[in-house]
């Protein structure tokens, strides 16, 4: 039977001959597949952006509606993959976002959410709570954001064993993976696998002699007050082998006031993650301050008119100009000057002896 | 060259008939389409006025939650608003100025127009409106208004009363009708 389709045939000196049909064949298959490939891939490649953009607006929903429930712990359930929750602060500003992947995102997306957690969150849960930061009137909702692989170590002396595990439940952490320990028993905490660890240290810092994964820790001075104090952030924990904590690196040590600024550095992955959510707070106290003192200057007006007990004017007049310092020196109204109370106790107080008057509306 | 003229007169009448089938099916795909876009766009408007009412409700939802307005605890133990403080941080809010105050609120409540009527006011014995926030969008128009009903703690007066947040949103461009 004869064959019809044409060989490459030898022509002189070796050479190879094609006929042209088959250039033309190989050269258009090509291209044709070509196309297909560039086409696929950029089907794919747009796809994967827009499942990335989808699921970055879902956890910003998951966020502002948490803000909306001041006291609820949530657990969200969301696709498996790793969430880097970013806050960066420079001389330009702030910027703070949810990235999934190296795919698109908006750079301000979470500009005004004041969210405290570890900067990647893997896995396929997310956990929420909102605390309301008072200092001593309410300002800012805090956010807390963790999962459930993150395990937070609370390490405090036997004695201050049941304070922190009152402090736990007060602040409404208990959903969070938590586990308190003795300082002397810190070598007993075992490596469950969980992909970040937490140490949070009450009485000082302490080494349990052995590495765990992604570990960083937290330092926490308590005044006697027990609602304000300082805080020293560590990193630099998880080394190789069985070498433990070793030598830390420390970072600047910062002041707290209120349980919620507390739970905020508790959640935060570093210093510098902590500093940049606490601007977001501070713009907030701005506004809470700027709306007291116009609600002040109401009162008293209400007052001097009659429709106000006249005896309430002298204790606002006490407390406009407290306020006012805020303005100037957020952080110096938390902290007492010698022998003086703090501007915070100092409006507290106010705050209880218009309540004591029984007709003076209160301050804040 | 000329053909026979039953031959002719046969390949018209098969012209036809084929033309006849083309446009009953030409008809019909349009009558499809037509109905297709309908169906679809009412859907989109349905979808679109559903989304519309659940962010006003999460309008309302963020407005209540926020601290800086919230009543004074040894006042009210439930979600109440300071008839003094919303004035006041109303005041603040301008979404055409860069100031980070603003700002907060402008992207926390996104386009929309929220009032807050007290039913029985004191000082008006009667419904008293007060504007809380208003960005609107260029070339947009409001849609439903939704209600949501609060209670205000009045300072001066130490009443709560009663009262009832209006949200609209804004949507850019017009609509599909």
Known sequence: MARHFSRPALGRAGQIEIPFHWIFALVGGFLFLLFFFVLIRSVVTSNQQQDTADLSLSVQTILLNAL??????????????????VCERDAAGILSYVRISQGSYDPSQLRYVPFFGPS????????????????????????????????YVFVASAGSLNMVRSFIQGEGLDGFNTLVISSTAIGAVKDEGFDQYRFIFFDGFADPGKAFKNATALNIQLNSDGTSGTLTFYDNLSCAGSCGFGQPRASPTVPFV??????????????????????????RLNTSVTTLIGRIDDLRDAAKNGAVPSQCVALYDQTEPLLGQYLTNPLGAFAPTGTNPSVAQQIQTLQ??????GVCPGAY | MRRPASCARRGQIQFGETIMVVVVIVFILIVGIVFYFNASRNSV?????????AQSMTVVNNILSLPEIGCDPSVTTGRCVDLLKLEHLASQIDCGSSDPTSKYYCSLFGAGLVTITIVDAPQTSGPTTILFYNSSLPNSTATDSQFRFTTVYDPVSGEQLFAYFNVSRYQRGASFG
């Open chain 1, 352 to 357: 209880r002896r218009l309540a004591a008057e």
């Open chain 2, 45 to 53: 408007e349905k979808q679109i006025r559903t989304v519309d009412q």
């Open chain 1, 258 to 283: 209120g349980t919620a600024m507390l739970d905020a550095a508790i959640f935060s992955q570093d210093s510098r993650t902590f500093s940049c959510g606490f601007a977001k707070m501070t713009e």
């Open chain 1, 120 to 151: 990647v969150v893997a896995g396929d849960q997310l956990f929420t709570r909102t605390v309301v930061w008072k200092a001593p009137f309410p300002v800012s909702p805090v956010l807390l954001v963790s999962n459930n692989r993150t395990q």
């Open chain 1, 68 to 85: 909306t429930k001041p006291g609820e712990f949530t657990v969200s359930d969301l696709p498996s993959a790793s969430y880097r929750f």
